[in-house]
Structure formats: C-alpha cells, structure tokens
C-alpha cells in the first residue's frame, strides 16, 4: 500500500514538475545561494548547504561533496546515483531513486519513506561513538545519525563501519538482504537496531556494539548469520 502511494505521489509531482520545466531546458544544479527550488534538474552537485525548498526531480545524479549538505524533505524523483562524501549529511524524504545511495564516511545519512531502485551502502563515518548522543554540532540532524526507515528497498541495504549516536535499520521492506558490520553506537544514548523489516534475503552481522536490538522483530527470508551477533533471534 505504502509503495503504491508513494508510486501515484511521485507521479503526480512530476507532472507538476514537466509542467513548471516547459518553459526552459533542464540544466545542471550547484544549489546556487544554498537553495534547491521546486523544479527540473539534470545533474546537482552540492558544495555547501544546499535545502530544498519544494519537489525536486533531478533526471541524473545527485552528488553531495565532503562536509556538504543535502536536505530535501518535499519528495521527487533521482533518475540517477546517490552520492554523499566524507563529513556530508545527506536527508532524503519520500524520493523515489531510480538507482543506487552511497554514502562514504558521512557524518549523518537519513533515508525515510523513499522507493529505492538499487540498495543502500553506507560506509564509516559518524566520528568516536563516545559521547556523539550529546554532540549538537552536525547540520540538520544534530548528532551522528545513519538510520535507513519506511523505506521500500529493490537491493540489500547494508551499513558497515559507522560510529555516531545512532545506526538503524527499521521499518523496512528489502527484497534483497541487510548487512550490518562494525558498527559502534554511543550506549549512553544512542543504539544500534534492526527491526520491524521484511527482508526477503539474509541478515548478517558481525562485530558491532553493542549489539544491534530488536532483531526478532524482522521477518527474515534467507539466512540469519552470527545470530549471536545480531542479538537474540
């Protein structure tokens, strides 16, 4: 039900796109004055902090660079790659991407209510896990976040190697399988967790702390591997 309204949403605001983008062509985007209006874009490129002020539909690549801001909570649709680099925050609400999100030693990654066409890999990042909860440094999200929610995921979705305050995996339905690998979450606020997911695939774990809660939650398709790792199933 939720893919088929994110489905007829996305559709409707690219019809509303096509129709504010007739008048010129698409043209690539650096989010210019740290604004991302409502509009059509081929390419977008972020240096800076760059804030969607409405529905974007970006026909190729998104590329957030070191210590660069994305923030785009009003929904549209990415044709191309997701890409956030070191230091980066990258916040993607009710996108529906047509290929891959990586992230790579970003300081905080939220995913929420996205259709994602081909997996979620976020490595390292988040800084020392000690005492990241009370950090309120970090652009948009405060703390050191990396946390993949309501999503529908074609692929596997896989956080490996993250510090920070929080790493979750929750609320998802993934027709590929979920890797979470060494990661470290400040227990004196923050966690780590996997749960309420239906993962068509394998759940593997390995080397996190502490370790990952709420995975008897998950309906798992495949293999549980290390389930002593992932918590107890």
């Not at 920070?164 to 606020?189: K, L, P, R, Y």
Request: aromatic share 6%; hydrophobic share 40%.
């Amino acid at each position: 039900m939720k893919m088929r309204f994110l489905v007829a949403l996305t559709a409707a605001a690219t019809a509303a796109l096509g129709a504010v983008g007739s008048a010129g062509a698409a043209q690539d985007s650096t989010c210019p004055g740290g604004t991302l209006s409502s509009g059509i874009y081929n390419n977008v490129s972020v240096t800076g902090t760059c804030t969607a002020s409405g529905a974007v539909f970006i026909k190729g690549n998104l590329n957030v660079n070191g210590n660069s801001v994305f923030n785009a909570q009003f929904g549209g649709t990415i044709n191309g790659n997701v890409q956030a680099w070191n230091g980066s925050v990258l916040f993607l609400r009710d996108f529906d991407v047509t290929h891959s999100v990586s992230a790579s030693g970003a300081q905080s990654v939220i995913l929420a209510s996205n259709t994602l066409g081909q997996g979620v890999l976020i490595q390292g990042g988040g800084g020392a896990p000690a005492g990241a909860c009370s950090r309120h440094d970090v652009p948009v999200t405060q703390q050191p976040i990396a946390e993949v929610f309501a999503n529908d995921v074609v692929g596997t979705v896989s956080i490996a190697g993250r510090g920070g305050c929080v790493n979750e995996i929750a609320n998802n339905a993934i027709s590929g399988g979920v890797n979470f690998v060494n990661n470290q979450a400040d227990v004196s606020g923050g966690f780590n967790g996997i749960f309420f997911n239906v993962i068509s695939g394998n759940l593997f774990c390995k080397n996190n702390s502490p370790h990952p809660s709420g995975n008897g939650t998950n309906s798992v398709g495949g293999t549980i591997n290390f389930p002593g790792d992932c918590a107890v199933i």
